[in-house]
């Protein structure tokens, strides 16, 4: 991972902090999959995943969160809440960040990115 995937990680965990969210995990990972952040305010536990796209990037973040990686998300929510059985509602989100190192900013924040049928 590169190091500014990290800070924008990091960002992403303070910006939800600051909005009554605990952190439970960063960078929860199974043989074929990781899940950036998992989150839980109240009664709902998010999965968040984290992409970056700097200023001048055409690239469009939301795009390379395909059906082939949310395949992969909910593997990993699933080993997740195999160990940690969920109580309240499961939704998988995803926060774009943008800008650059030191400068970082939430372009778009999406709950309920995509909804698969978990279990």
């Not at 990680?9 to 909005?19: A, G, P």
């Not at 995990?25 to 109240?42: G, L, M, V, Y």
């Not at 795009?63 to 998300?73: C, G, L, M, V």
């Amino acid at each position: 991972m590169s190091e500014i995937s990290r800070e924008a990680e990091s960002f992403v965990c303070l910006w939800l902090e600051k909005r009554g969210w605990n952190v439970e995990a960063r960078n929860f990972r199974t043989r074929r999959s990781e899940i950036d952040i998992i989150a839980r305010k109240e009664d709902v536990l998010s999965f968040v995943e984290v992409k970056f796209a700097s200023d001048s990037s055409a690239t469009i973040a939301l795009d390379k969160i395909d059906s082939e990686k949310q395949a992969r998300i909910v593997h990993a929510a699933s080993a997740y809440l195999s160990k940690k059985p969920p109580s309240g509602q499961i939704r998988f989100d995803v926060a774009v960040i943008r800008g650059s190192s030191m400068n970082l900013r939430m372009d778009t924040y999406l709950e309920d990115a995509f909804r698969p049928d978990l279990m």
